[in-house]
Structure formats: structure tokens, C-alpha cells
């Protein structure tokens, strides 16, 4: 699932998991058009709830593997930002995932 694929144009390749514990693999990249990626960037608390939605979206959502990965449990992370996140839409994902994995 890519946010922006069906945009013919410039798309960006962005990496689900970034930083110090980027993971090269398919299943962690996403294409993004430009402003996609640049909201990503400028809202990364949501940015990375947003992420952990995509992951388990693909059926990559492997909360052990990740953790081991990333350092921390997603599930963890999202409880912990929720109440920080100002748009709506991301919080009912967070939530859902939360719900799912419960």
C-alpha cells in the first residue's frame, strides 16, 4: 500500500522504519509523492503511527521482530503518542491497530 501510488510523477522513496535502525527490505519502504514525504518528515509522531499501519497493512506487523529491530515495542509507542497526535484520522488508525493486536 503507497499512499501516492496511483501519481504518475515524482514519488519518493520512504523508509517505514528510519533513522539509526533502517531496514533496506521491501516491506519497509514506501513511495510517497512529495508532500506525502514531507508531512511524514514534519509530523514524525504520527508519521510513525501512520507507519505501523502501513507494516501491518502488508502483514509485516511482527511486533517481536520489529522490537528487536527498532528498539522499542510499536504497540508501546503508539498507546504512549496517541494523546499527543492532532489529526484525527491517524488516532482512529492507532487505535484500531491497538484494538487489533490487543
Known amino acids: 500500500m503507497d499512499c501516492c501510488s496511483g501519481l504518475r510523477g515524482n514519488l519518493h522513496i520512504h523508509h517505514v522504519l528510519g533513522g539509526p535502525h533502517r531496514i533496506d527490505a521491501s516491506w519497509n519502504l514506501v513511495r510517497l509523492c512529495v508532500e506525502a514525504h514531507e508531512w511524514m518528515h514534519s509530523h514524525p509522531k504520527a508519521g510513525r503511527v501512520l507507519c505501523w499501519h502501513i507494516l501491518d497493512s502488508r502483514k509485516a506487523?511482527?511486533?517481536?521482530?520489529?522490537?528487536?529491530?527498532?528498539?522499542?515495542?510499536?504497540?508501546?509507542?503508539?498507546?504512549?503518542?496517541?494523546?499527543?497526535?492532532?489529526?484525527?484520522w491517524v488516532r482512529e488508525l492507532g487505535e484500531r491497530l491497538l484494538e487489533r493486536h490487543a
Open 61 to 88: 506487523f511482527e511486533p517481536v521482530t520489529i522490537r528487536e529491530r527498532w528498539g522499542q515495542c510499536p504497540l508501546a509507542y503508539i498507546e504512549r503518542v496517541l494523546p499527543e497526535i492532532a489529526e484525527d
